[in-house]
C-alpha cells in the first residue's frame, strides 16, 4: 500500500493512486437454483457507484437439478465474460429446518462460487442476508425496504422486483467493503 507523505505534490499523487485504486467492476449475486439475481456496479472515487446493469438467471422446474445447475454455470459464464471485475460478491444464505429448497440453493452456491473463481481467479466474498442489508438500512430490512433504500441510494425512477434488487444491494455491499479496505 502506498503511504501519503505531508509533501504537497507527494500527497496529490498518493491521492490519484486511491482514485484510480477504487474504480472498480463488481458482480452481486443472489443465488438460487430457480431464480439467481446478478448485478454490476461500477465505482466513481467517493461517489455512489453506478448500476452497469442487472438481471436473473431463471432455470425451469422441469428440468432436474443438474441440468438446472448447468443452465446457471452456461448463464453466468457469459456474464463473466464481458466485464474485467475487480470483486463479487454473493449471498450466503441461511436456511432454518423447514426450508425444502435448501439443498438446491446450496449446490447453487457451490456451482456459482466454482465458476466465478475458476474464471476470474477471485475469491468471492460471501455475505449473510444480515450483513449484506446493512449497506442499504437494516439487518431486518424487508424486500419491499431493500427496494426502496436502491431506488433512493442510485436515484432509480423504476426497479424491478425480483431477485436482481437483492443482487444490486449484494453488490453494493461488497464494494462498499472493499473501498474501507484500501
Known sequence: HTRCSGV??????????RIQMSDKIWLGIDPGLAITGWAILKSHAKLIP????????QTSKNLSTSQRLLEIEHDLLKLLSEFN???????MPFFNRTIKAAGGVIQAVG???????????????????????RYVGSGK???????????????????PIDDSVDAIAIAYAG????????
Not at 8 to 17: G, K, L, N, P, Y
Open 141 to 159: 430490512a424487508t424486500k419491499d425496504d431493500v427496494t426502496q433504500s436502491i431506488s433512493q441510494l442510485f436515484h432509480l425512477q423504476t426497479i
Open 111 to 133: 456451482v456459482i462460487n466454482l465458476v466465478c473463481y475458476r474464471e476470474t481467479q477471485i475469491e468471492p466474498v460471501f455475505l449473510h442476508q444480515a450483513s449484506w442489508k
Open 8 to 17: 504537497s505534490w507527494a500527497r496529490e499523487m498518493c491521492i490519484r493512486d
Open 175 to 182: 464494494l462498499s467493503l472493499s473501498l474501507i479496505h484500501i
Open 85 to 91: 471485475f475487480h470483486g463479487i460478491s454473493i449471498e
Open 50 to 57: 453506478i448500476i452497469v446493469d442487472y438481471g436473473v438467471i
